[in-house]
């Protein structure tokens, strides 16, 4: 009597794994994609302030209205760097002729500086002193870089465990347990909450909070 051999023979063996691999690509194939969003939402400490500053002149002459400003700006530029925490750029510098019934009577220039600092003390005081000959147009607080990355490094780890979650409940509501991830999709952006600052007195409020706010679109296949 003859026995049947243990193994398939190579062509058959073929067959079947070909076989076997069709069935996994068309699983794979044929699971469902689900996608979703949701918003994750923290507050963040406002750890550094910008201030705006600037003057606005008008003369006769172009040259006596760029005079001015030259004069005032170069004025405040030796103060602000007597506070080594503050940083100074230029936000904003023009110049425009005056008309009066349809006449030319002057012209007008300004020029803006924006301060950067993390020191509100330091700004505070500096404010004080710049008040004296030129006006504060903007007072603004907002996160640094490294309090932003940190917290959307924390929200990133929650994002990840809330997708998780979700595709786990959309599984069991379908009859597939097995969701894994294909596409994780971050947004984050942040707006400032706090009190209302006067442009005519020094910056002392508490800075208050940001609110962040990390956008999460997430695709899933259910296996």
Avoid: C
């Avoid at 058959?12 to 691999?21: C, F, I, R």
């Avoid at 103060?79 to 110049?95: F, H, L, W």
């Avoid at 786990?168 to 509501?173: I, M, P, T, V």
Wanted: charged residues 15%; aromatic residues 6%; without cysteine.
């Amino acid at each position: 009597m003859r026995r049947a051999p243990l193994f398939p023979p190579p062509r058959t063996a073929w067959l079947l794994l070909s076989l076997l691999l069709a069935s996994s690509a068309w699983a794979l194939e044929s699971a469902p994609q689900v996608s979703f969003q949701f918003t994750l939402t923290t507050t963040v400490p406002n750890d550094m302030v910008r201030a705006v500053v600037g003057l606005t002149v008008e003369a006769a002459s172009l040259a006596q209205a760029q005079g001015q400003i030259n004069e005032a700006m170069a004025w405040a530029s030796d103060q602000i760097k007597q506070y080594p925490a503050i940083s100074m750029g230029t936000a904003d510098v023009g110049t425009t002729p005056v008309y009066q019934d349809n006449v030319l009577t002057g012209y007008r220039a300004w020029q803006n500086l924006a301060l950067t600092t993390s020191d509100l003390n330091q700004l505070t005081a500096l404010i004080g002193i710049l008040q004296e000959r030129i006006s504060i147009q903007e007072i603004a607080f907002y996160p640094g870089e490294q309090a932003m990355r940190n917290a959307e490094l924390d929200m990133l780890g929650q994002a990840a465990t809330e997708a998780q979650q979700r595709a786990a409940k959309l599984g069991d509501s379908m009859g597939r347990q097995h969701p894994s991830l294909m596409s994780l999709d971050l947004s984050p952006n942040y707006s400032v909450v706090r009190g209302p600052v006067s442009l005519y007195a020094e910056p002392t409020l508490p800075p208050g909070n940001s609110l962040v706010q990390l956008q999460v679109h997430a695709v899933y296949k259910m296996h």
